[in-house]
């Protein structure tokens, strides 16, 4: 099929985590932070299929399962957080969140 | 063939980079779906067409359309836009940037001074996905509908805390 050299994957794939961990580091509005992780969870599982392919097995799309349904159930409670946190202060600033209490 | 891997990876990697750096939200959500069809095709080109179709329809269109409908719901207006670009300035992005820079620097010295693999990626089909998935990883995919399950009675719980408190202004 691909006659690509597996580091080459690999290294796509640490560069699109790298960026998403930027997004995380650098953004402070929610819903930016929520796509970079969006972005990290999607670099590790390109790596986990191109594992699977290079040892020519399915347990590596198995595992991006996993990690698709943990990323569906991660977005799901993190947007309803976003929705509460603007509701709260009528802001997406993540600093705002430090002022919780009880 | 391989060119096409390439060209792929470029564009996965120049979307992602935009998404990081947009200042209106829309904007970036689109550009994440452009960088995951990028990925769902480097994932076809790696043999794995049943991961391709489910990136497809479960992360570029059920997980982004979550994404649209909450920006729907908060209707954010150009006053976060403006609000965005007095946040990222340049001063803010210098630190976390070398330090991402180092990370992704040791990252590719690391994999690209390995021994290089001239891997023949072969096809898996979903039928042996399958096997794997209801065969020995079962009690995983059992975990996985928990999981979905716990997200969403917390996503219900979260909502209906917001209706309480709304009731609660109101009387």
Redesign the interface.
Same mark, same amino acid.
């Given at each position: 099929?691909?006659?690509?050299?597996?580091?080459?994957?690999?290294?796509?794939a640490?560069?699109?985590f790298?960026?998403? %961990? %930027?997004?995380v580091?650098? /953004?402070?509005?929610v819903?930016?932070i929520?796509?970079?992780i969006?972005?990290m969870l999607?670099a590790a599982g390109?790596a986990f299929?191109?594992a699977?392919? /290079?040892w020519?097995?399915?347990?590596?799309?198995?595992m991006?399962?996993?990690v %698709?349904?943990?990323?569906?159930?991660?977005?799901?409670?993190g947007?309803?957080?976003?929705?509460?946190l603007?509701?709260q202060w009528s802001t997406?600033?993540a600093d705002v969140a430090s002022n919780l209490r009880g | 063939? @391989?060119a096409t891997? +390439?060209v792929t990876?470029a564009v996965? #990697?120049l979307a992602?980079?935009m998404?990081?750096t947009r200042t209106s939200?829309v904007h970036?959500?689109l550009y #994440?779906i452009v @960088?995951?069809l990028a990925?769902a095709i480097? &994932?076809y080109? !790696?043999?794995?067409p &049943?991961?391709a179709a489910?990136e497809v329809i479960? +992360?570029a269109a059920?997980?982004m359309v979550? &994404?649209i409908f909450?920006?729907m719901?908060?209707n !954010?207006g150009p006053r976060?836009v403006q609000? $965005?670009r007095t946040?990222?300035t340049p001063t803010?992005?210098v *630190?976390?940037?070398v330090?991402?820079?180092a990370?992704?620097a040791q990252?590719?010295y690391a #994999?690209?001074s @390995?021994t290089?693999? $001239?891997?023949?990626?072969?096809?898996?089909t979903p039928k042996?996905?399958g096997?794997?998935?209801f065969g020995v +990883?079962f009690i *995983?995919l059992e975990l996985?509908?928990l999981? !979905?399950l716990?997200?969403?009675v917390?996503?219900l719980h979260?909502?209906r805390?917001?209706r309480r408190?709304e009731i609660k202004g109101t009387l």
């Open positions: 099929m691909l006659l690509v050299p597996m580091d080459t994957v690999l290294i796509l640490s560069l699109l790298v960026m998403g %961990l %930027l997004g580091l650098v /953004r402070r509005n819903i930016f929520l796509m970079s969006e972005i999607n390109l299929v191109a699977g392919a /290079r020519h097995t399915a347990d590596g799309q198995v991006f399962l996993f %698709l349904a943990m990323a569906a159930a991660e977005v799901s409670v947007l309803a957080l976003v929705m509460r603007h509701h997406l600033d | 063939m @391989s891997f +390439y990876g996965a #990697l992602t980079f998404v990081v939200a970036a959500l #994440l @960088s995951l990925v480097i &994932f080109q !790696l043999g794995a &049943f991961v489910l479960i +992360y059920a997980i979550v &994404f909450v920006m719901m908060l !954010l976060t609000q $965005e946040w990222l803010i992005w *630190g976390p940037g330090l991402a820079l990370l992704a990252l590719v #994999l690209a @390995s290089p693999v $001239e891997a023949g990626f072969g096809l898996i042996q996905v096997q794997r998935l +990883y *995983g996985a509908s999981l !979905l716990a997200g969403l917390g996503a979260l909502a805390a917001q408190a």
